[in-house]
């Protein structure tokens, strides 16, 4: 069975720092790109950041480039988003997907179109 399973949310004063984890099973993370995407209530689900381990690149949505990291570990198939200086605007559910690296990040091509979903780990961050 094709699974990404999210870890590592939890609640989070401002300022403060959380690593997500999104390990993947029933395939192998380096031919996929990933993605971490956040939907906050009441809001649309956004992109994060993406790191395709076709061509060795990531990105990141502008709010959060110089605070979120994300980084592989293609030995435990995992991915990780490592996210510092938090702020109350980045609370959300957090989710990771991935699309096979030749079709670039999964939101490339809307995200609707996104074939392989994990189920998502909460991040609040209090003021």
């Known amino acids: 069975e094709v699974q990404l399973v999210e870890s590592g949310g939890g609640l989070v004063q401002a300022g403060g720092s959380l690593r997500l984890s999104c390990t993947a099973s029933?395939?192998?993370?380096?031919?996929?790109?990933i993605g971490w995407f956040r939907q906050a209530p009441g809001k649309e689900r956004e992109e994060v950041s993406c790191l395709n381990n076709g061509d060795n690149t990531t990105q990141y949505l502008n709010s959060v480039k110089g605070r979120f990291t994300m980084s592989a570990d293609n030995a435990k198939n995992t991915v990780y988003l490592e996210m510092n200086n938090l702020k109350p605007e980045d609370t959300a559910e957090y989710l990771c997907a991935a699309e096979p690296s030749r079709f670039g990040c999964p939101a490339r091509y809307g995200i609707p179109n996104v074939s392989i979903w994990g189920q998502g780990t909460q991040v609040t961050v209090s003021s």
């Open positions: 029933g395939f192998t993370l380096d031919d996929y790109a």
